[in-house]
């Protein structure tokens, strides 16, 4: 059964840093691409990008780059996104999914919910 | 970048109505590479349909997707209590991947 995990829920104040992770297991981790997802308080999802664990080929969408990194190890069978300096604005939910072959988004982590405040 | 306009906002119906959701690209879609999510309060997104049209595993047979080129539907033929939800097109084919903003199924 494919399974994508997510770390806990994470509370934060601006300027820290933080990584977040996303463990596979059920498949061959290497072989799908895992993206990224952000949805605020209220509102709709949003694309952040996408890695290909095989080899680390990274894809950012243009809002988001810049503003996180996403990295992957493969001998681990987990995928990370990662903020450097965090703003209350990065109050949100992440999910990570995988991509499927057309590119359909069939399989999803449970999230893990970011509170940045002061 | 794709952009994807979904209407109405919110859709309030009865259970047992049948449910028209559209979704607009900004740019012909190639091969019809649109799918649609359904997500829950507390809940990840789920997958209900990809291609255009095809139904993801396990999904029951009143979700059907259809359109091409820059306009597509999701119909719900006969809604279920536990279809009253939020719905989110996506484009699966362009980068980046883009989502609509979503449409609400309410009760009526």
């Known amino acids: 059964e494919v399974q994508l995990v997510q770390s806990g829920a994470e509370v934060k104040k601006p300027g820290e840093s933080l990584k977040i992770s996303c463990k596979g297991s059920?498949?061959?981790?290497?072989?799908?691409?895992i993206g990224w997802v952000r949805q605020m308080p209220g509102r709709g999802l949003e694309w952040m990008g996408i890695?290909?664990?095989?080899?680390?080929?990274?894809r950012y969408s243009p809002s988001f780059q810049g503003q996180v990194t996403i990295s992957a190890d493969k001998s681990i069978s987990t995928a990370y996104l990662q903020w450097s300096s965090l703003k209350a604005s990065d109050t949100a939910m992440y999910y990570c999914?995988?991509?499927?072959?057309?590119?359909?988004?069939?399989?999803w982590g449970q999230g893990t919910q970011v509170t940045v405040s002061s | 970048e794709i952009v994807l306009t979904q209407s109405p906002g919110t859709l309030s119906l009865s259970p047992g109505e049948r449910a028209t959701l559209s979704c607009r690209a900004s740019?012909?879609?190639?091969?019809?590479?649109l799918a649609w999510y359904q997500q829950k309060p507390g809940q990840a997104p789920r997958l209900l349909i990809y291609?255009?049209?095809s139904r993801a595993t396990g999904i029951p047979d009143r979700f059907s997707g259809s359109g091409s080129g820059t306009d597509f539907t999701l119909t719900i033929s006969r809604l279920e209590p536990e279809d009253f939800a939020v719905y989110y097109c996506?484009?699966?084919?362009?980068?980046?991947?883009?989502f609509g903003q979503g449409t609400k199924v309410e009760i009526k």
């Open positions: 999914t995988r991509r499927e072959e057309a590119g359909q988004l069939a399989y």
């Open positions: 059920g498949y061959t981790f290497s072989n799908y691409w």
């Open positions: 890695i290909y664990p095989g080899d680390s080929d990274t």
């Open positions: 740019q012909s879609l190639s091969s019809s590479y």
């Open positions: 291609g255009a049209s």
């Open positions: 996506q484009q699966h084919g362009g980068s980046p991947r883009t």
